[in-house]
């Protein structure tokens, strides 16, 4: 089965991996360490999982503007999610991805998706398909 | 979104990575909200600079856009660090903790950005009226706005960056006129007195006015400490980047709603602010940093007292305002308190420089500084603040 999901292109960009999936708004500053690519933010439902090469699907970034940064940093350090899937984008996460070029995508009902579903997401085109055998 | 000629050609590259990465986030943001084009900018101010905030991460990103001749295209200016470098105080913090702070300040020199360290620029240079500016630092974008007739929206650090390097910021937001009308009309009945309570009025008008802008009527003080208090903790608890002043409001009066803030409507944030803290560690004046104006009104306070050996009392202010301020910092010294420059009780380690608990005159300070260091805080005004630095 196949499931194909149509958003708003954000960072051009073609990515295929493992989707991990919060309901939580994230804040990457504080909230994933640079090095490691582990969500280190309490009480989050992602707590202690690593966002490295997954295609990390979440409502949208919140807190200080410093964490674009911190995506470059996993970007650079090796550890940084293969795509970005929001519902709605907000500037944090999008300067973000723009440095880091992590391919992205918004405006996706990110309850259609599972965490360990396969997902394939073109960025260019605002596209997200699910592939569930 | 609209680009000239020149603007794509740096979109394509041809202007080398640091501007293209640059004008490539500045066209991201513009196209999420819905900007036409890029218009140019007189200055930027630039936050993500203490090193406490940024951490490593930013580092890097730093490091790369410097390395590729990131140089500032207009007049750009930074926040404050986590270091007074001057001040003995600072000393006792871990060598590697003061390399790294000072690699950054290295990092933003080199692309010709304007080593300021504080959060009031405006006190430096003051933007032309009705100039568009791209500043990051809520307390001194409100600021702008409101009392100084320049248009800017809320940016953040790397926006901010981006629009130095770049010379221009996506046309969206506060930069148009439309979007510049108050939609609330805020009366104040409660009877305020001092710049602290002016605060705790912000507080409160953060929380409910969410990003819409306010007519404000009714208050009594309309002196520059005041309404630097009062913007401040707008933008501290909320999304506010603008407020006007019954008087200087020309627009269109058809508000989709009227606050009427009594002392019962304060109560609440006023109750959250204070806490009872006789003896603190730290009584800290100057968030945000001072005026001369405002060193000059401490020094008043403190001429001829002697600050109590077991409190610590910091007066923060940039230092181009400290250096023009000589006679008073003289006398705020003289008393045994300490004019800090380039850091604030925000964004320094206050709990490696033996700070359990704080008094502050700003409403911003005592609501972070539990949050961000887990130190006790407790709002008084100026007046009570030397008080309790010098013992009654």
């Not at chain 2, 050996?309 to 300490?338: F, M, P, Q």
Request: hydrophobic residues 40%; proline residues 4%.
């Amino acid at each position: 089965m196949e499931i194909l999901l149509k958003g708003r292109p954000i960072v051009p960009g073609e990515a295929r991996g493992l989707a991990l999936v919060s309901s939580k708004p994230l804040s990457f500053l504080g909230g994933v360490d640079a090095k490691t690519g582990v969500i280190i933010e309490r009480g989050h439902d992602l707590y202690g999982v690593g966002v490295k090469d997954k295609i990390l699907c979440f409502p949208h970034g919140r807190g200080s503007t410093v964490g674009s940064y911190v995506l470059y940093a996993l970007a650079k350090n090796g550890v940084a999610p293969r795509a970005i899937v929001n519902s709605l984008a907000d500037p944090v996460v999008v300067v973000g991805a723009v440095i880091a070029n992590i391919p992205m995508v918004d405006y996706i009902d990110i309850s259609m998706i599972k965490t360990g579903d396969l997902i394939e997401v073109d960025g260019g085109k605002g596209l997200v398909r699910i592939c569930r055998k | 979104m609209y680009l000239t000629k020149d603007e794509e050609r740096i979109y394509d590259g041809e202007y080398g990575w640091a501007k293209q990465v640059s004008i490539r986030i500045l066209v991201k943001l513009g196209d999420l909200y819905g900007a036409d084009r890029l218009i140019p900018i007189e200055s930027a101010h630039i936050s993500g600079v203490a090193y406490r905030t940024i951490g490593d991460a930013s580092i890097e990103f730093l490091k790369e856009l410097a390395n590729s001749n990131a140089k500032a295209a207009v007049r750009a200016t930074t926040n404050p660090s986590s270091i007074d470098t001057m001040n003995q105080l600072f000393s006792c913090l871990p060598r590697n903790v003061i390399e790294k702070q000072r690699e950054i300040i290295n990092l933003y020199e080199t692309m010709g950005i304007e080593i300021t360290l504080t959060c009031t620029p405006y006190y430096i240079r003051r933007p032309a009226f009705g100039s568009h500016l791209s500043w990051a630092e809520s307390s001194a974008v409100i600021y702008a706005n409101s009392l100084l007739n320049a248009w800017t929206n809320r940016e953040g650090g790397p926006s901010a960056l981006a629009s130095a390097l770049v010379g221009k910021t996506p046309n969206y937001g506060l930069h148009k006129p439309e979007n510049r009308r108050a939609s609330v009309l805020v009366k104040v009945e409660a009877p305020l007195k001092s710049e602290a309570d002016y605060g705790v009025l912000g507080i409160y008008l953060g929380e409910v006015l969410g990003n819409r802008i306010p007519v404000i009527s009714g208050l009594r003080r309309r002196d520059e400490m005041c309404l630097k208090q009062l913007g401040a903790a707008m933008a501290t608890s909320g999304m506010a980047s603008m407020f006007y002043l019954d008087e200087n409001y020309v627009g269109e009066r058809s508000f989709e709603e009227e606050i009427s803030v009594d002392d019962k409507s304060l109560k609440a944030s006023y109750e959250r602010l204070s806490s009872t803290i006789e003896k603190p560690d730290l009584v800290l004046i100057g968030c945000p940093h001072s005026s001369p104006e405002e060193l000059k009104i401490i020094a008043r306070y403190l001429e001829g007292k002697r600050v109590r050996d077991d409190v610590k009392l910091w007066v923060c202010a940039s230092k181009y305002v400290r250096r023009n301020a000589d006679e008073y910092v003289r006398v705020i010294e003289t008393s045994g308190g300490h004019v800090i420059c380039d850091t604030c009780a925000v964004v320094t380690w206050l709990r490696e420089l033996g700070v359990e608990t704080l008094v502050s005159n700003s409403a911003k300070t005592v609501h972070y500084a539990p949050l961000l260091s887990k130190v006790g805080a407790s709002l008084s005004s100026l007046e009570e603040c030397v008080k309790i630095a010098c013992g009654k």
